[in-house]
């Protein structure tokens, strides 16, 4: 006790810079690692599809898993489209936690900041979708468009990562920001052009789901149990309704709020109080203090980066390297990576991503709109635009709601093929490009 009351002594609430930079810090120390480990799984779902157990690999994936009652309500689909669709869901709630804390106190939160990987982002998802569509418009392939316009974070701070100290910290600001907005772009992109039949009534249901946790939050409910059995609510209607369920997932990040319910200043005065109540407490009565002031504490975090926190890594080292394995196992061939919707796809990520971000980024500088962080000239931007062509969770992803059989496997080889060529391509440049030591935040 006389520890804690010490620690309480030295106490000040924490500068608004720090509540920014340590989950920023978190997340590029996590999505570090968890590229590399990412890319391994990409590896070993390649290796079996390409080796004598490709097809007991194949069987394995497209086995049937049913959840529900036996005779009455029952969700049946194999188990790769659970991973896509329901597993995913979380990746993609993560996601919109990420943009609300962005947008609020983070990258995203000011003009100044929004201006440049806003104007980056658009023009790093135009051209490449403009490269695809010139080379498939009107043939089978078309629906593809929207593959290579998707921007892989986890792998691009893995790469980043292995070039050390040289990274300048607007670097990594920039790129993360980018891609940010990048994955704003790709739900919209999702829920408004990869949605094949509508139905109304199930949408409703789903949105009277987000109805109950905005009555929720409101009423100050805190249960995390309550919570995901709405969230699973919305979620099956929205599968019911057509629009891609992991849209759910998105609009639930949103509506996570980004204010913590006890403030720095209320929780000093509440531990002081309660560290004198609980030194004069005995049995029952210490610990009902002692579960008080562990849940008042914890609520002095807010829910956005509470959340986060605790399903980040989750996300990173579980459910991205799980749809890899479902998702990623794709023979390769000669013939795969010439087919017109795979060269289609490796144009828009190696070539279109890097022009469309240098091409927009050099003109909003030129006009004023927006300004190169510190460190970030040029050379260095061609290098960033290059590596950002890196599109693999997020394509295969697009590739698998808008593209059947042979034209999904040929867009998963484009995807693998640009990105790798992307990678190895922006490494190269970056590696020539930055200074040899460089400051990182």
């Known amino acids: 006790m006389a520890a804690v009351e010490t620690k309480l002594k030295e106490y000040t609430p924490e500068r608004p810079i720090l509540r920014i930079s340590k989950p920023l810090a978190r997340f590029l120390h996590v999505e570090s690692n968890s590229g590399l480990f990412l890319m391994l799984c990409a590896v070993v779902a390649l290796g079996f599809a390409n080796s004598d157990l490709a097809k007991e690999y194949a069987a394995f994936w497209k086995q049937t898993v049913v959840i529900g009652f036996a005779d009455g309500f029952h969700l049946s689909y194999p188990l790769y489209y659970w991973v896509n669709d329901a597993l995913m869901a979380i990746f993609f709630f993560v996601i919109g936690l990420e943009i609300k804390r962005e947008i609020t106190i983070g990258q995203l939160s000011t003009r100044e900041q929004l201006a440049l990987p806003v104007i980056a982002a658009v023009g790093g998802a135009a051209v490449p979708a403009l490269i695809y569509l010139s080379l498939q418009f009107g043939e089978p392939g078309e629906a593809g468009w929207g593959v290579p316009m998707a921007t892989d974070i986890a792998f691009v701070v893995g790469c980043l990562a292995l070039l050390g100290s040289r990274v300048p910290r607007g670097l990594k600001m920039l790129l993360l920001a980018l891609a940010i907005v990048d994955d704003i772009l790709a739900v919209l992109i999702i829920a408004l052009f990869y949605t094949e039949q509508l139905y109304l009534s199930w949408l409703a249901w789903s949105a009277v789901g987000f109805v109950i946790v905005i009555v929720l939050q409101k009423l100050d409910v805190r249960s995390v149990l309550v919570y995901t059995l709405v969230g699973a609510f919305s979620w099956v209607c929205m599968l019911k309704s057509g629009v891609h369920p992991t849209v759910t997932g998105v609009i639930l990040g949103l509506m996570t709020p980004i204010t913590a319910l006890i403030d720095p200043d209320r929780l000093r005065q509440i531990l002081e109080k309660s560290l004198s109540e609980i030194k004069n ?6 610990r009902e203090l002692i579960n008080e002031l562990e849940f008042l504490v914890s609520e002095s975090v807010s829910p956005v980066e509470r959340i986060e926190s605790a399903l980040h890594t989750w996300v990173a080292y579980v459910v991205m390297p799980i749809f890899a394995l479902a998702n990623a196992g794709v023979a390769i061939s000669s013939d795969g990576v010439a087919s017109p919707v795979s060269v289609a796809i490796i144009l828009g990520l190696f070539l279109g991503k890097p022009i469309g ?50 034209l999904l496997d040929s867009a998963k080889t484009g995807v693998i093929v640009g990105s790798a060529l992307s990678g190895v391509g922006g490494m190269l440049l970056l590696y020539w490009f930055l200074p040899k030591q460089s400051r990182t935040g």
């Open 281 to 286: 407490a005995q049995g029952y009565k210490r």
């Open 357 to 406: 971000i240098v091409l927009s980024s050099v003109l909003a500088v030129k006009m004023k709109l927006a300004v190169l962080p510190d460190g970030v000239n040029l050379k260095v931007l061609c290098g960033a635009g290059l590596l950002s062509g890196i599109g693999f969770t997020m394509s295969i992803f697009i590739a698998s709601l808008g593209l059947p059989g042979e």
